[in-house]
C-alpha cells in the first residue's frame, strides 16, 4: 500500500487512472522498436490529510533521469524570455552581486544560469543528466552531476560555500522524496537568503483539464496549501508567491528560513482562493477521471474522422505532455504521421509506445499537412507563429487540451 511522499498517510483516494505508459521522456531509436517497451501504472492519488497529489514511485528517478535524458531547455524562445526576466527581477530584490552565489537544482543545459553568469554573478548548477550538463559545462557553468538532497547539500556547502540564492523551477513535482530535497535547501540556503521554485499549480492543472501533464517525471502535482506544509515540516517557510503563465499555469514561490524577508499577503490570499475552490475537500479531485475520458473520445473522433477523409495529421512538438496524450488515448502512426520538433536530440527517434517519428521541421513543407497538433499547447503562440506558413496551403492548427480545438 502506498504511502504520502509528504506526511506518510496511507494514499486510499484515487483522482485518475490514465493505466500503462511507458516514461514520456524514453524516446527510441530505430533499432529498439523491436525490443519490449517496459510500461508502468500511470495512477495518480491524493492524499486525505495533506492534500498532496502524487503518484507512487513505480520507475525510479535514476531510471527516468538518465544519461540520454531528451529534455533539453533551451530550445523554447518564449521560456528563455521568463527566465531572463526572472534573472533582472531577483537580482534587484534580492540586491544580487558579483559576491552572491546562486545555485540551480535541476540545471538542465544552463537555460537558466547563463543569464546570471553574463551578470558575472557566480553560479553553480546541480544537475543529474549527462547530456544536458555537458551542454551547461559547454556554456562555461559549473555543473554538478548529481541528483540533490540533503547529502547533496552539504557536500556543496563545504566545498564552496552556502547560497545566497536557490533556484529551483519545475523539479519540485520531479523529486521521489520530497522532505529529503526540501532539506536539501535548507542545508544549502544561507542564513539570509532566499530559495524560489517554479511549478505548474494544481488549481490550473484540474481548471484546464491538463491530464496530459501526468507522468512519471512528475512524482507530485502541487497546490499551495500542500506546499506550504512540505516546507513548514522542514523548518522553512513559504514568504511569499507569485501566478505566472508558464507551463498553462504555474505558481513561483519564495522561500527563507523564516523572518528574514517580509510575509506578503500573497500567500494567504492564494491560500483562501484554494479553499474557496475546494481544494481541501475530495470531491474536488475525483471529477477529473470522467473529464480525461470526454477529451479521449474527441480527440479519437477528430482523428478518425480526418483519416476517413483521407486527410493528413501530423504533431508538433515532441513533449512529455504529448506522449501521456498519444499513449492514453491508444494512438499510432496510423493516426498521427509523424512529430516535429526542433530539438535535434530528439530528431531521428520514435516517440515510446506509439512509435511514431520524430522529425525536423521541413518535413512540414515537404508534405504539407492538412492538420497539425500542437501537443505542448503552453507553447500554442510561440509555435503557431514560428509555423504560420502552414496557412499557405490550407493547413490548420489543432489542440486537445483544454477541449479540441480546431484554428
Wanted: with cysteine; aromatic share 12%.
Amino acid at each position: 500500500m502506498a504511502h504520502c511522499r509528504s506526511c506518510n498517510h496511507i494514499l486510499q483516494h484515487e483522482m485518475i487512472n490514465l493505466v500503462n505508459a511507458p516514461a514520456s521522456n524514453s524516446f527510441l531509436r530505430f533499432d529498439q522498436l523491436d525490443e519490449r517497451e517496459s510500461f508502468y501504472p500511470l495512477k495518480v492519488y491524493v492524499c486525505e490529510k495533506c492534500f498532496l497529489v502524487q503518484i507512487a514511485e513505480y520507475k525510479s528517478a535514476g531510471e527516468i533521469f538518465s544519461s540520454d535524458y531528451a529534455y533539453f531547455s533551451s530550445f523554447s524562445r518564449s521560456w528563455l524570455d521568463h527566465c531572463e526576466k526572472y534573472v533582472n527581477s531577483v537580482v534587484e530584490r534580492f540586491r544580487l552581486t558579483t559576491h552572491s552565489r546562486v545555485v540551480e537544482v535541476a540545471s538542465n543545459d544552463g537555460y537558466l544560469l547563463q543569464f546570471f553568469k553574463n551578470k558575472n554573478i557566480p553560479q553553480l548548477g546541480v544537475e543529474p543528466t549527462l547530456g544536458t550538463a555537458e551542454a551547461a559545462m559547454a556554456k562555461g557553468i559549473k555543473t554538478i552531476i548529481r541528483f540533490f538532497g540533503e547529502k547533496c547539500a552539504q557536500d556543496i556547502v563545504d566545498k564552496e560555500g552556502k547560497a545566497d540564492l536557490i533556484a529551483a523551477n519545475n523539479v519540485l513535482g520531479h523529486v521521489p522524496d520530497i522532505n529529503d530535497f526540501v532539506k536539501g535547501i535548507k542545508t544549502l540556503l544561507h542564513e539570509k537568503g532566499a530559495m524560489t521554485a517554479e511549478f505548474p499549480h494544481l488549481m490550473q492543472l484540474v481548471k484546464f483539464n491538463q491530464f496530459d501533464t501526468i507522468y512519471h517525471e512528475h512524482f507530485s502535482y502541487l497546490s499551495l496549501t500542500a506546499v506550504l506544509q512540505v516546507f513548514k515540516q522542514n523548518g522553512l517557510r513559504v514568504f511569499d508567491v507569485e501566478e505566472i503563465p508558464t507551463h498553462g499555469g504555474s505558481l513561483r514561490i519564495f522561500v527563507d528560513h523564516g523572518d528574514v524577508h517580509p510575509l506578503e499577503n500573497s500567500v494567504s490570499l492564494l491560500l483562501k482562493r484554494e479553499e474557496s475552490a475546494s481544494m481541501t475537500n475530495l470531491n474536488y479531485y475525483t471529477r477529473f477521471q470522467e473529464v480525461a475520458h470526454h477529451i479521449k473520445y474527441q480527440f479519437l473522433k477528430f482523428l478518425i474522422d480526418s483519416k476517413m477523409a483521407q486527410k493528413k495529421v501530423v504533431g508538433y512538438g515532441a513533449a512529455a505532455k504529448g506522449n501521456t496524450l498519444l499513449n492514453f488515448c491508444g494512438v499510432k502512426q496510423d493516426l498521427v504521421d509523424f512529430v516535429v520538433d526542433a530539438s535535434p536530440h530528439k530528431q531521428g527517434k520514435f516517440l515510446p509506445a506509439s512509435h511514431i517519428p520524430v522529425v525536423a521541421e521541413k518535413r512540414l513543407r515537404e508534405t504539407q499537412p492538412d492538420f497539425v497538433i500542437i501537443l505542448p499547447w503552453n507553447l500554442r503562440d510561440e509555435i503557431t507563429a514560428q509555423i504560420s506558413y502552414i496557412r499557405e496551403w490550407g493547413g490548420r492548427f489543432v489542440i486537445a487540451i483544454p477541449e479540441l480545438k480546431i484554428f
